[in-house]
């Protein structure tokens, strides 16, 4: 069984995760993660349910606070999918979980990361982004997931997907849908900031018109 702490965000593998722990219950947990080494789970609360989640290791305390409260930094190990889950630990406020741990195909094709790289600077440029993040090969999915705009709904379909192949594709095909439309916001920016401002137009030629 699982200490499970549900958010409303998708945590993945690798990841270095920041929190700040102020409820009871999750106080609680934190202290038996520092006691006794204990590992919980982040499921993403989305569409009011719980399925899948990714195991986290509490790293460190980074500041405790007269009642209880703490800053933490933990890290995301491994991907599960709860087979049931109980409103409370037995003995402990928080909840908990049945979950199975998903095996996952961690190869992929270096072509696949060398195009995600090429969109994600594309991207940053049509952007305009001021010191983007610098990515090299080799590097998984997970890595950018959070730095290329996709919604929860799109961020939590990845962390279900099994092969990294997959995931670099998934990647690839939002970015190829997003480019175009940061293209065309980018567009009518420059078309607004035009309007008020003195035009000089070419003169038509009127020569070949014929009503």
Do not use: W
């Amino acid at each position: 069984m699982l200490p499970l702490f549900p958010l409303k965000t998708v945590v993945y593998p690798g990841e270095r995760l920041p929190l700040h722990i102020f409820e009871k219950r999750y106080q609680q947990l934190i202290n038996d993660c520092e006691k006794d080494g204990v590992l919980f789970g982040i499921p993403t609360y989305i569409d009011e349910k719980l399925d899948y989640g990714t195991e986290i290791k509490l790293q460190k305390i980074a500041k405790r606070y007269p009642k209880g409260e703490k800053d933490i930094v933990c890290i995301g190990t491994r991907i599960f999918r709860i087979k049931k889950f109980y409103q409370q630990f037995p003995g402990k406020l928080y909840a908990a979980g049945d979950v199975e741990f998903l095996k996952d195909d961690e190869g992929s094709e270096e072509e696949l990361q060398e195009e995600l790289l090429r969109n994600i600077a594309i991207l940053y440029i049509e952007l305009t982004i001021d010191n983007p993040p610098i990515f090299s090969i080799p590097f998984v999915s997970y890595q950018v997931a959070h730095k290329i705009g996709l919604a929860l709904h799109q961020e939590y379909h990845l962390l279900k997907l099994r092969n990294e192949s997959e995931r670099l594709s998934y990647l690839i095909k939002h970015l190829k849908v997003t480019i175009p439309i940061v293209r065309e916001m980018n567009r009518a920016k420059a078309v607004i900031k035009m309007n008020g401002h003195f035009k000089n137009f070419d003169p038509l030629d009127f020569e070949d018109f014929r009503l």
